[in-house]
């Protein structure tokens, strides 16, 4: 698949959060969303990363901006970090990784010398129109968001 680039379609989905209710890009058309990609729960980047997001969550809603989580954990998983950290947001299923390849989030990485398949960290966010505003991989993990703000429709 073709690297996602600004002024694409963002790919589909259809999935439940970690609650079990039923999230589609289709039915947040006219949302802007901040689409996150994490490698993992409760892991000293991705809870920086999520609680980045969960701090600049009032400024995304007054923008009209979803803010949704995306990884490979379980719903289980998603409850217990979603409790700890008090995040605001949905955290999606994608056990299969279906969502994750299909924005191009899950590929070779390279940590201390040692590569491995797994979850690149990847933000997307996608306008009212569901396409792609802004794509970043490999950001910082809890700063990133302001960058991200800017590029959404009040």
């Known amino acids: 698949m073709a690297e996602l680039k600004a002024g694409d379609p963002a790919p589909n989905f259809d999935t439940v959060d970690h609650t ?4 589609s890009l289709k039915g947040l058309k006219g949302k802007n969303i901040i689409l996150y990609f994490y490698p ?5 980047g991705c809870t920086k990363e999520s609680c980045g997001m969960r701090d ?16 490979a954990d379980s719903a289980a998983s998603h409850q217990k970090f979603v409790d700890k950290y008090s995040l605001p947001f ?12 299909a924005y191009g989030a899950w ?5 201390y010398g040692k590569k491995s398949m797994g979850i690149i ?10 396409k792609i505003r802004w794509i970043g ?3 910082g993990a809890e700063d990133h968001v302001l960058e991200m703000l800017e590029h959404v429709d009040a």
Do not use: F, H, W
């Not at 993992?40 to 000293?44: A, G, W, Y």
């Open 20 to 23: 079990g209710k039923a999230v």
């Open 40 to 44: 993992k729960d409760n892991t000293p």
């Open 56 to 71: 600049q969550y009032d400024v995304a809603a007054a923008k009209n901006t979803v803010i949704l989580g995306v990884s």
């Open 90 to 101: 949905s955290l999606l299923m994608d056990e299969d990784k279906s969502i994750i390849e």
């Open 107 to 111: 590929g070779e990485k390279n940590m």
């Open 121 to 130: 960290r990847t933000t997307c966010v996608i306008g009212p129109d569901g």
């Open 137 to 139: 991989k490999g950001k």
